[in-house]
């Protein structure tokens, strides 16, 4: 497999930035929306947000399930699986997402509940879009790339632009808030949303053209048999990862990375309206505080990866979360929040919630790409089933959240309910993170107990210098016939051994981890 072109980085990178747009607006000004400016009750709005996050989770599993498959349909076999499944999904996110934030078109007056199924049936088709861009762009990184630096490095690029799209979404609100110059959001600021998601949409289409424009997926038509996983995406059974614990602890772990970031770009907005009652331009600028620092500290993860390794920086990311989750409970008086933290301090605490968040998220990420590892023929369904616990958990603590949201005018106390779900939800998380890290640190992440039954699995698990798992045996017992029969299998599934792939030079031995080709004559990560 060739390495990518740096038109072809830049065009994956643009691949996601719709769904970004979308979902910046999705979880930052959601609940804000239809609690300030439509005036649904809490509930409500925390149903649409669920309902959406239920969809998606389902949405996420069947694409997942759909896209692994070889599909004959012309489509497919003349544009590729996922880029087909891409373009579905954009088509569905550009018909539905501009309704859910304008009012209820014919139905403005009608009952609450009326209104609820209204932007819910929306939701649903905004989720499913949603979802099928996301696994198709994730299942692409280990079918672009045998390499695990150029996985992290893409893995960055992507994060690297959904913080560009987020910011790009806070610029845009912060010019129309900075224009208003209101201290409230009301009924009036209806023109105001509906103005940032129009454009918020008109962006994302045109990245998702010249994403279509600049990847290549190689069609099925053009493979030796499109009834089958090409040689060189190897799969197994999606029954198979239910019996792998890694599967099941990266899970747990993106779950709560997911669940740190959204949460707290979620809440954060009311915090600062409701808690700290700051004017509204601040809701574009604190969220743009966070993602900015997040977009800096993006560009140093694939040298922080190299030297520190993926779990070493996925722990001091949760550490600066978790930093930030304090500081936010305890950095503030309990009556009147002082002028330092309303004019210094809330700036400190989006930088570090931006720097954690974006820490976290890429190693987790990475840690996932790399549990695949050749496995690429099953890569959608593994993130897709990621993606479910991902967003069922962030749709279900969302609406415990808003059912005990108290009355926040009625004491002088309640204010603070925003400030407690920073500290409590979005700690809790990182907290949750850390321990998933510490139950997956014996373990080194895409080497697994139990191989598949392919040949190709077969014939690496004989080659593979760790030590075997059967009791008693010792990788010192691998005979030299052994290592030839492996040679030989690879050879007759069609694929040179290791010590000819293009770009992988014959020795050392380090040049190979786990199977994978590494690009750079670089030490493999450490997993400490």
Request: hydrophobic share 45%.
């Amino acid at each position: 497999m060739d390495r990518l072109t740096l038109a072809g980085k830049i065009g994956f990178g643009l691949g996601h930035v719709l769904n970004d747009l979308c979902a910046s607006m999705w979880f930052t000004y959601l609940l804000l929306f239809y609690h300030k400016v439509l005036y649904f009750n809490n509930s409500y709005a925390g149903v649409i947000l669920l309902v959406g996050q239920l969809a998606d989770g389902l949405s996420t599993t069947f694409v997942g399930l759909m896209s692994d498959r070889p599909d004959n349909s012309w489509l497919c076999r003349k544009y590729g699986r996922r880029k087909s499944w891409h373009l579905v999904g954009t088509l569905c996110v550009i018909g539905s997402f501009p309704f859910i934030f304008l009012p209820c078109l014919n139905c403005r007056q009608s009952d609450e509940w009326a209104q609820l199924i209204y932007y819910s049936a929306f939701a649903v088709i905004f989720q499913f879009g949603w979802a099928s861009v996301q696994i198709s762009h994730l299942s692409l990184i280990p079918a672009l790339s045998n390499c695990q630096n150029e996985r992290t490095g893409l893995t960055a690029i992507r994060y690297s632009m959904t913080v560009a799209s987020n910011i790009m979404v806070y610029l845009i609100a912060m010019a129309f808030f900075g224009v208003n110059k209101s201290n409230s959001l009301s009924s009036k600021d209806e023109e105001t949303f509906r103005n940032i998601m129009l454009i918020c949409v008109g962006l994302g289409a045109l990245a998702s053209l010249l994403f279509h424009l600049l990847v290549h997926e190689e069609p099925q038509d053009n493979r030796p048999d499109s009834d089958v996983v090409p040689k060189n995406e190897k799969s197994v059974s999606p029954g198979y990862w239910f019996t792998d614990p890694q599967f099941y602890i990266v899970g747990v772990l993106y779950m709560s990375t997911r669940l740190f970031v959204n949460l707290s770009q979620a809440y954060m907005p009311l915090y600062i309206q409701e808690s700290l009652q700051l004017d509204t331009v601040y809701i574009a600028i604190i969220p743009l505080v966070m993602f900015f620092s997040g977009f800096l500290s993006s560009f140093l993860m694939k040298f922080i990866n190299r030297k520190a390794g993926r779990k070493l920086t996925y722990l001091s990311g949760a550490l600066v979360g978790l930093s930030a989750c304090i500081w936010v409970y305890y950095g503030v008086g309990e009556v009147d929040p002082g002028r330092f933290f309303k004019d210094y301090g809330i700036f400190c605490v989006a930088a570090l919630y931006g720097i954690g968040g974006s820490t976290i998220l890429v190693s987790s990420l990475a840690l996932t790409a790399e549990l695949i590892g050749e496995n690429c023929g099953s890569a959608a369904f593994v993130y897709g089933a990621m993606s479910f616990t991902d967003k069922v958990s962030n749709g279900l603590a969302v609406m415990v959240i808003q059912h005990f949201i108290p009355c926040l005018k009625c004491c002088p106390a309640c204010k603070w309910y925003f400030r407690d779900v920073l500290f409590f939800a979005t700690g809790g998380a990182a907290v949750l993170g850390g321990m998933s890290l510490l139950v997956l640190s014996p373990f080194q992440v895409g080497q697994r107990r139990r191989q598949p039954g392919s040949r190709d699995h077969q014939a690496e698990a004989a080659t593979e210098r760790t030590p075997l798992l059967n009791g008693g045996t010792s990788s010192a017992s691998m005979s030299s016939s052994s290592q030839r029969s492996a040679a030989s299998a690879a050879m007759m599934n069609g694929s040179p051994p290791q010590s000819l792939i293009k770009g992988t030079p014959p020795l050392p031995p380090p040049a190979v981890v786990n199977g994978n080709a590494q690009c750079d004559p670089v030490p493999p990560y450490a997993d400490s």
